[in-house]
């Protein structure tokens, strides 16, 4: 009963939080391994007060042995089992995979030496803080690392004083949206990222140049002053854009005639490669031009900004025509919230839309400013003259599904002495001494046997949505020993096998430019025994049934 109780109390905790929470609270736990050997005694026992045994207990005999042959393969199993984890992006090949199990490394980066402990025991895998966890002193050359905290999940927090020795304006900004907030701190001369969008932060000291950077007088409007100049035979032709777009405008002498098909303010190529229109700024002026040549019609399309590109796009009925665009056109402003300091120290704001002229506002800290974009703000909350950044490592509770365990090392190498955090996957380079070291705290890798390469990995996703329905690694497995290669395809429930582990398809991350593919692999030696005892006691209970059904058959004669 204890037992139903402790698993209806793991399913209901699972749901709330991971399995590998659960794993770690309930099934992996001493307890419920104690409760699970009272089982087995109980089990044991009641068969042996039974002993000798009729034929009529058979049926029982079997039933409780298959019970305890399924214990000891469950022992089997959280003795001896190996799992772990691969991370592959298509054509990485890998031989070794990393484990649950952890350790720490260290690597003298000037010479390529490295020395590594094991991290055992609940201490650095658990859900709990643990200071002081028992481990080995890591030593190489003339370091020595030990452990003196674990934190199953914790984040670099910036903190920002008011202290550095030299003068370093930085700002503390936060933008509000309807459906989200956000605040950082952004230093002089620095861009950084707010919510979807940029912020930089820059000092203009001359009063001339913050004035120029303030004025947002309407952009000139290319179509209205733009031009086409064609040459041909010794003559130069100007014709007016505004003319082009009416229709036709003949070169005086000559047999051709020219009109606008459209006209591109801000040109871009499409991910279709086609060159369409972005907004209607003069950041990249195009024209689509039609020629009308006693040999035919012809299209060109001409860039102001890049006369040449036109030849990459059609090939030229008359060679001898050549056409050129001149459109006054802007700069295009890649930060789309420049803040700025004036020489009087007053901070404004310049609002770069894509789509719209820039707006340009006096900054008071501590205002809200209303921002081009609905329902959005933007608030210098305070500002700093001698700023500093400091980076300490926070606890994050409650634990988070995907957590970020760390560890609190205490270095010492006379006659150095200091701390460091470092991160699980996240090495830390340190110098000691003038040596210069890299702190690694990942997963235990161990050898697979083989060599596993992505071939490719693909997506398939429900029609009409981009809603996942399934995902697949096609990989390639090399024998080292005899080079024989085999192909197979990884899904999500089509396991491959090979030598002694079991291949999975766990999951998939996006990445900038790639799709990473993460793999499990298995090593179970006690499934055998497991479903051995399944059907031990399947076969038990048949025949319980088989003689019970037999004794009632004769009481009804």
């Known amino acids: 009963m204890l037992l139903l109780v402790g698993m209806a109390c793991a399913t209901v905790y699972e749901s709330m939080h991971t399995p590998e929470r659960a794993l770690a609270v309930f099934y992996r736990s001493w307890w419920?391994?104690?409760?699970?050997?009272?089982?087995?005694?109980?089990?044991?026992a009641s068969m042996v007060v039974r002993y000798p045994f009729s034929k009529r207990q058979i049926g029982f005999v079997l039933t409780h042995s298959g019970i305890l042959v399924t214990l000891a393969g469950a022992l089997v199993t959280c003795s001896l089992c190996e799992e772990g984890q691969l991370g592959l992006f298509e054509g990485d090949t890998v031989e070794e995979y990393s484990s649950a199990a952890s350790t720490l490394t260290v690597v003298n980066r000037g010479e390529g030496t490295r020395s590594s402990i094991d991290l055992v025991g609940r201490s650095f895998g658990g859900y709990e803080r643990v200071d002081q966890p028992t481990a080995s002193v890591l030593k190489l050359d003339e370091a020595s690392f030990h452990v003196e905290r674990y934190l199953p999940d914790a984040e670099w927090v910036e903190q920002v004083l008011d202290d550095h020795a030299d003068p370093q304006p930085a700002i503390e900004v936060a933008w509000s949206a309807p459906d989200a907030a956000s605040v950082i701190w952004v230093f002089a001369g620095e861009t950084k990222a707010l919510d979807s969008a940029q912020v930089t932060f820059q000092m203009i000291e001359d009063a001339d140049a913050l004035i120029s950077f303030l004025d947002t007088a309407p952009r000139p409007q290319p179509d209205a002053q733009a031009r086409v100049i064609a040459k041909y035979a010794g003559e130069v032709h100007t014709l007016s854009l505004a003319d082009l777009l009416k229709g036709d405008v003949t070169l005086r002498g000559t047999e051709f005639a020219v009109r606008a098909l459209r006209f591109l303010p801000h040109a871009i190529v499409g991910s279709d490669h086609q060159v369409t229109n972005a907004s209607d700024q003069p950041i990249n002026p195009a024209v689509e031009l039609e020629v009308v040549t006693p040999r035919g019609r012809e299209k060109r399309l001409i860039f102001a900004n890049f006369p040449v590109f036109r030849s990459m796009h059609a090939e030229e009925v008359n060679e001898d025509l050549e056409l050129t665009f001149e459109a006054p056109s802007v700069v295009a402003h890649d930060v789309p919230i420049e803040v700025v300091s004036g020489p009087a120290e007053g901070l404004h704001v310049r609002f770069n839309p894509q789509d719209g002229d820039p707006i340009t506002r006096a900054l008071p800290i501590g205002i809200a400013v209303d921002t081009p974009w609905p329902g959005?703000?933007?608030?210098?909350?305070?500002?700093?003259?001698?700023?500093?950044r400091q980076w300490s490592m926070d606890a994050v509770e409650p634990v988070r599904k995907a957590r970020k365990p760390v560890l609190l090392l205490g270095v010492s190498a006379a006659p150095h002495s200091d701390q460091m955090w470092v991160q699980r996957l996240s090495p830390r380079s340190m110098t000691i001494n003038g040596v210069p070291y890299e702190v690694v705290f990942a997963g235990k890798r161990n050898p697979l046997g083989f060599a596993l390469t992505l071939d490719r990995f693909q997506v398939g996703f429900y029609p009409g949505s981009t809603r996942p329905r399934s995902f697949e690694s096609h990989v390639t497995i090399t024998d080292p020993a005899s080079g024989r290669t085999l192909s197979r395809v990884v899904s999500m429930n089509h396991p491959v096998k090979y030598g002694?582990?079991?291949?999975y398809q766990s999951s998939y991350r996006k990445g900038p430019q790639q799709t990473a593919s993460f793999l499990s692999v298995s090593w179970d030696p006690g499934q055998p025994v497991v479903f051995a005892g399944y059907i031990i006691m399947l076969i038990g209970m048949v025949v319980v049934l088989g003689i019970r059904l037999a004794d009632r058959a004769v009481g009804k004669m």
């Not at 419920?32 to 044991?44: C, E, K, Q, T, W």
């Open 32 to 44: 419920f391994r104690a409760l699970l050997g009272s089982v087995a005694v109980n089990v044991l």
């Open 376 to 388: 959005e703000t933007l608030t210098v909350r305070r500002r700093l003259e001698h700023a500093r």
């Open 500 to 503: 002694r582990f079991t291949v």
